[in-house]
């Protein structure tokens, strides 16, 4: 009987050390809020993709200005296909990564939120609550990523009830709030969150950029980069013959990419090794920000392009993105959706190895290298000195690699062009240029590419502040 209850205790306290060691692990912990549009469906194939990346906390069906009941609507279950498409190639999914959400997960982790009209938070839901007891749990003190591919309505209402019912918890839970919101897709984030919430500075993302890979992705993308969007790739390497996953994203009838305005979202917390989640103006595949005022991040407008902010919601700014009788430069785009649209060849290359997950067995299907920074990711230097910089990197898949050293330079605040040394190599030398000011900082990434089909990308960064 004595040994029976120390088998008893030992398995108790090895079951209290893992669950401890997931909360208290890097994993990202994610709250989707969607609208139901055509795009955020096709958002929603890339995203459950990449969900052995996070902790799937809630997925809420919201409304937006442009969907809600009564209005343009896809249903309340409109995701019940996709999920029963996941549900088929879950299994050799499998195959790839043991962290994949069952479908039964997910399922029980699918919510309706406030959807009955647009920016209505009156009502408390199944949504809104479960955004509530997640951000309530103490159990729990990892940030929790929440992102509104539609309006913010939703999570205006969660934030209502914790101010109404636990006002003495407000602090503790913004700390936990970090927010990536696709525009304005409605007034509640200036007409609730902020007026109530904005003294905690909690971080908040607010993105235009996203229309790089939208609706309008061939007149907002260079043109360099058309053919990772256009039907000839996009049939080989995502539509066709790939499952039941691929046969429910719903591209154009031609097979040319549709839109996945919502997808930079999630992109935004995809452990490539260029984002600190925590550091919106680094930049990374979801594009780079800047701060506008509080802790709120939005997009670097071009130079002399006469577009501006707003002093409110960020929906009524003058982009250039969106409007029809837009006058901006082929140049002006290009500087605008750089962020985002650089990244193209890499994240869509990402998509198709990922979609070759759902039916391909572990040893036919290229997976993305592996790199480790040696050393620390934040180090100093004075004006003309020079700094050592290597990698660790290696192929789970036994392929061959390639190192590409650069200067990140919007990323920094140091424009003068820095020399890197054996810049294809896994060590590189970086020289400061002479006579840079104290305090600004270089952005140098090593890109390291495998030659797999599709070839696929990761990095590591070293942000050197000048001495």
């Not at 960020?314 to 009788?325: C, I, L, M």
């Amino acid at each position: 009987m004595k040994k029976l209850l120390i088998v008893i205790l030992s398995l108790f306290l090895l079951n209290m050390t893992m669950t401890a060691k997931t909360k208290d692990s890097s994993r990202l912990r994610v709250i989707v809020t969607t609208d139901g549009e055509i795009d955020d469906e096709c958002s929603l194939v890339r995203f459950l993709l990449y969900a052995n990346e996070w902790d799937v906390e809630a997925i809420v069906t919201s409304s937006s200005q442009y969907h809600w009941h009564g209005h343009n609507w896809a249903g309340d279950s409109w995701m019940d296909n996709v999920m029963k498409a996941y549900k088929a190639v879950y299994p050799n999914l499998l195959k790839h990564d043991k962290n994949y959400p069952s479908p039964e997960y997910l399922e029980s982790h699918s919510y309706l939120g406030n959807v009955e009209k647009e920016g209505e938070m009156e009502k408390e839901t199944a949504g809104s609550n479960r955004i509530v007891e997640v951000l309530l749990d103490k159990s729990d003190n990892r940030p929790v990523w929440i992102q509104a591919w539609g309006g913010t309505n939703t999570i205006a209402r969660a934030l209502k009830t914790i101010q109404e019912k636990y006002p003495e918890r407000m602090d503790e839970v913004a700390a936990k709030c970090r927010f990536f919101f696709i525009w304005e897709q409605d007034d509640t984030y200036q007409r609730y969150i902020r007026p109530h919430w904005g003294k905690y500075n909690m971080l908040t993302i607010i993105s235009d950029q996203f229309e790089a890979i939208a609706y309008r992705w061939k007149k907002n993308l260079s043109r360099d980069y058309h053919k990772y969007f256009a039907s000839e790739w996009m049939r080989e390497n995502i539509l066709n013959n790939h499952g039941p996953l691929a046969a429910s994203y719903k591209a154009h009838n031609n097979g040319d990419f549709r839109s996945e305005g919502d997808s930079p979202a999630f992109m935004y917390t995809i452990a490539t090794g260029l984002d600190n989640p925590e550091q919106p103006g680094w930049g990374g595949w979801a594009g780079r920000y800047v701060k506008l005022r509080e802790n709120t991040w939005v997009d670097q407008l071009p130079q002399n392009s006469g577009h501006y902010y707003p002093d409110g919601r960020y929906w009524d700014q003058n982009v250039y993105s969106r409007r029809p009788k837009q006058k901006s430069t082929r140049a002006q785009l290009d500087e605008y959706f750089k962020p985002i649209a650089r990244w193209s060849e890499a994240f869509q290359n990402d998509f198709a190895a990922r979609m070759d997950r759902c039916i391909k067995p572990f040893n036919e299907v290229n997976h993305e290298p592996t790199v480790v920074l040696k050393g620390k990711q934040q180090r100093e230097a004075k004006p003309g000195k020079t700094m050592k910089l290597k990698v660790k990197a290696s192929d789970i898949d036994g392929n061959t690699l390639s190192y590409r050293w650069w200067q990140y330079v919007e990323a920094g605040t140091c424009k003068e062009t820095v020399a890197i040394e054996n810049a294809n190599t896994p060590n590189a030398t970086v020289t400061i240029p002479a006579g840079v000011q104290s305090g600004t900082t270089i952005h140098v990434i090593c890109e390291v590419t495998d030659n797999g089909t599709p070839q696929l990308t990761r990095y590591q960064r070293v942000v050197i502040t000048n001495l």
